[in-house]
């Protein structure tokens, strides 16, 4: 997986959760989206749950209409094929069709195994820190528990202090974008192996793009390649109902 300054194999990334955070604009959707392209070109596929309609030029079908019945996407992500979830409009119903897509999927994959990611956007808002909904519920389960049923989490968040910190910590790689304010640095102090002042000083000097990468005792800065937008109109699939 080519991420710009950082080469990651894909065999060495299934089945494990990943946090990308930064604040707005420090380019943490970009990394998540590169991320996403390499695993689908690895032929890994991706659920991407996505309220703002930011992961078009991926090779994704893309749905934006929900009906109750998730098994559908699922056999469509089980013969290979990355989903993009355009959930602009958070109502009940969507989060009730989340709820069930990813229960069924958990369900499933006790048998079927198939490696797979579920990027979670905006992950504060599905995976909130202090509060219980069933949807946090089987996200937490798959963040913690996923690994045996192949199943890898991207969490992707501007509110780093807001996710819910059990799922955070567990995570086993992570991209640390720019950060500002005293809550979320300290989240990052909490999850680097560093000295308070060096965390601060490493984050001051990140720019857009540039993120802190940490995965197995292994710590630098990289700077992630930018996303190729020509491929948008290429890729943007027709959407789909179901
Ligand atoms: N690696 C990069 N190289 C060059 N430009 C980048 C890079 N990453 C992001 N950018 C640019 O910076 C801007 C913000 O990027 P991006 O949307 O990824 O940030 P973000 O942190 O996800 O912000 P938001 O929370 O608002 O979505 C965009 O215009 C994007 O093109």
Not at 159 to 179: C, G, M, P, T, W
Request: proline share 3%; aromatic share 8%.
């Amino acid at each position: 997986m080519d991420l710009g300054s950082l080469t990651l194999d894909s065999n060495d990334v299934v089945r494990k959760c990943v946090s990308i955070l930064g604040i707005r604009g420090s380019g943490k959707s970009n990394t998540a989206k590169i991320f996403a392209e390499e695993l689908i070109n690895a032929g890994v596929p991706v659920i991407i749950i996505d309220p703002d309609g930011e992961y078009k030029g991926l090779k994704v079908t893309t749905f934006d209409k929900f009906s109750e019945d998730p098994e559908e996407i699922v056999n469509l992500v089980h013969l290979g094929r990355s989903v993009d979830l355009d959930v602009n409009e958070w109502n009940e119903e969507v989060f009730k069709f989340l709820t069930s897509l990813m229960n069924y999927l958990w369900d499933v994959s006790k048998v079927r195994k198939k490696d797979l990611f579920i990027l979670v956007e905006e992950a504060h808002e599905f995976i909130p820190q202090g509060e219980r909904t069933p949807l946090s519920d089987i996200l937490t389960r798959i963040a913690l528990r996923g690994r045996k049923r192949g199943l890898g989490m991207i969490l992707v968040s501007q509110r780093s202090a807001k996710v819910n910190k059990d799922v955070l910590s567990q995570s086993e790689i992570y991209f640390l974008h720019k950060v500002v304010h005293p809550v979320d640095i300290k989240v990052y102090k909490e999850i680097l192996p560093l000295k308070t002042k060096d965390v601060e000083n490493e984050i001051k000097s990140l720019t857009t793009g540039e993120a802190i990468f940490y995965k197995d005792g292994e710590l630098r800065k990289i700077r992630v390649r930018k996303f190729d937008d020509q491929f948008i109109v290429a890729n943007d699939l027709d959407k789909v109902e179901i």
